[in-house]
């Protein structure tokens, strides 16, 4: 017990669950995992992208409402990662834990480009997306994992992008890649494309390897890159302002730099510490100087993951949503 005679989380569990998708979205979802356990709650993973493979979505609900509320678990909140998966036809699962008592808390990964509504489903949301944060949602920024120890590979590739290449993405990675082509870097685009992408398949040095990328191997392809390319999407009028969890990954890491388009919020936390363009023009200057100056980089590179490690891990970010728990449960 807290000294105000609250719960504490030596005393009670928090049920973590994940989204559907295997990639992406359970980065965060096992980032919490770690940063709650580290903070030293007592935490139940459920992992619905794993899960689906054995129930059906009307199964999955019941079993994760029957978790929740078996009291030989010990379960006193439920934490949602993303929250994409329980939205719509499938809100009945968080109603009906909200509804019997059970807090229930939103970490929103995809905000602002997809809001899953279900205002008043959740006892408490979170947004990763500094632009909505308001009264109905407290700003809790995305983070990374402690970085795992890597060999010093040597380099393999000058540039690489891993992730998803959404539509507003495209434009931008294709214009990179013909400006690598022409200028002989090698560029590897690693990850998902929603629909075929043409133009970039016979090219010498640039190629284009689709599919999902597991955890090890993301760690791998930045560490044995000079650079890390990160492309914030476009919101259209919403200007989103928040980093993206591959920001914080690259300079935790220690290994490549970052280069990255412009957004407020990376700027006011990494200063000069990463290197920023703002249109192809400005990319081509960026980039070279990054190639050209491997003592700049390396400076560049050792400022980011300092700024990382000292502040923007998910044991941070766990600290945080424990804080705002403890509130619900004592409330």
Known sequence: MTEDGGMSFQDGTIM?????????????????????????ANVLPYPTFSILELLSPNLLGSDLIG???????????????????????????????????????LI?????????????????????????????AAYLPTATLFPPALDDDPWVRDLVFVGTVFEDRWEWIRQIAMYCELNEHRFDIFGHFPTMRDGLQDLEYVRVIPGTVSAEQKWSLYSQSRLVLNIFRDAGEKRPQSASPRVYEVAGLGRPALISNRRDEVEQIFGDAI?????????????????ESDAERQ??????????????????????????IQKLLTD
């Not at 009291?71 to 499938?90: C, D, L, P, Q």
């Not at 809001?115 to 909505?132: A, K, P, V």
């Not at 490690?309 to 941070?316: A, D, I, K, R, S």
């Open 16 to 40: 973590l669950v994940a989204d559907a998708a295997p990639f992406s979205t359970r980065d965060v979802w096992e980032g919490y995992l770690e940063g709650l356990t580290e903070a030293g």
């Open 67 to 105: 978790k929740a509320m078996d009291i030989r678990n010990g379960v006193h909140a439920v934490v949602f990662i993303s929250g994409m998966y329980f939205r719509e036809t499938r809100s009945w699962v968080v109603e009906s834990l909200t509804r019997r008592g059970m807090p229930t808390i």
């Open 299 to 324: 400076q560049k590179v050792r400022q980011a993951q300092e700024i990382v490690l000292q502040g923007h891990l998910y044991q941070h970010r766990a600290s945080t949503l424990l804080g705002e």
């Open 108 to 136: 929103a990964t995809d905000d602002p480009y997809e809001d899953i509504g279900m205002r008043d489903c959740y006892s408490t949301r979170f947004t990763n997306e500094l632009s909505c944060a308001n009264g109905q």
């Open 275 to 291: 290197y920023l363009f703002d249109d192809i023009e400005s990319f081509g200057e960026v980039f070279e100087e990054a190639i």
